[in-house]
Antibody, heavy 115, light 107 residues
Framework: AVQLVESGGGLVQPKESLKISCAASGFTFSNAAMYWVRQAPGKGLEWVARIRTKPNNYATYYADSVKGRFTISRDDSKSMVYLQMDNLKTEDTAMYYC??????WGQGVMVTVSS | DIQMTQSPASLSASLEEIVTITCKASQGIDDYLSWYQQKPGKSPQLLIYDATSLADGVPSRFSGSRSGTQYSLKISRPQVDDSGIYYCLQSYSTPFTFGSGTKLEIK
């Protein structure tokens, strides 16, 4: 069965950094574009970042709200995707989901930015 | 950026009704449109992809259609378990954008 399991969330202070991870299994990870999507408490869904596959040069794309602060990466040998979040702001507080090809979704990991 | 205007924001329906939720794209998106259901405390679940294709394991009472740049999700004879929040997503171009969501209650 397909599984996406996020980890690494927690409480951090503004301007700090955090790296969250997503472990994939049950499908050919190296063939899948991967995405991070977030959802602030009580709000809707917001796309955060995308990373394409090796044939597409692992191209990355970001929402304007995180560009220059967040970095998406992947390790196909480990079936992992990561989101490095730097200079965090209170408005980054959200549940973060990873998704494979917009089809499979993880259960999410909570990131809280507060002083 | 492509805007996705979703309506209604909320609705309540009975078991015998046909429920329709719409998303209007601000420009053409070549049917790169999917629909998701989200229940409280859970991650979104894919219902429809490529505007009209039913995702694996999704009941046939769910269907998707398009008219111009307006996309619709229809639920025929909804079940109580269909209550939740529904979102559309355009994956035609970055920044990918979701509709604002429709909260559906089945009475």
């Amino acid at each position: 069965a397909v599984q996406l399991v996020e980890s690494g969330g927690g409480l951090v202070q503004p301007k700090e950094s955090l790296k969250i991870s997503c472990a994939a299994s049950g499908f050919t990870f190296s063939n899948a574009a991967m995405y991070w999507v977030r959802q602030a408490p009580g709000k809707g869904l917001e796309w955060v970042a995308r990373i394409r596959t090796k044939p597409n040069n692992y191209a990355t794309y970001y929402a304007d709200s995180v560009k220059g602060r967040f970095t998406i990466s992947r390790d196909d040998s480990k079936s992992m995707v990561y989101l490095q979040m730097d200079n965090l702001k209170t408005e980054d507080t959200a549940m973060y989901y990873c998704t494979a090809e917009w089809v499979y979704w993880g259960q999410g990991v909570m990131v809280t930015v507060s002083s | 950026d492509i805007q996705m205007t979703q309506s209604p924001a909320s609705l309540s329906a009975s078991l015998e009704e046909i429920v329709t939720i719409t998303c209007k794209a601000s420009q053409g998106i070549d049917d790169y449109l999917s629909w998701y259901q989200q229940k409280p405390g859970k991650s979104p679940q894919l219902l429809i992809y490529d505007a009209t294709s039913l995702a694996d394991g999704v009941p046939s009472r769910f269907s998707g259609s398009r008219s111009g740049t307006q996309y619709s999700l229809k639920i025929s004879r909804p079940q109580v378990d269909d209550s939740g929040i529904y979102y559309c997503l355009q994956s035609y171009s970055t920044p990918f954008t979701f509709g604002s969501g429709t909260k559906l209650e089945i009475k």
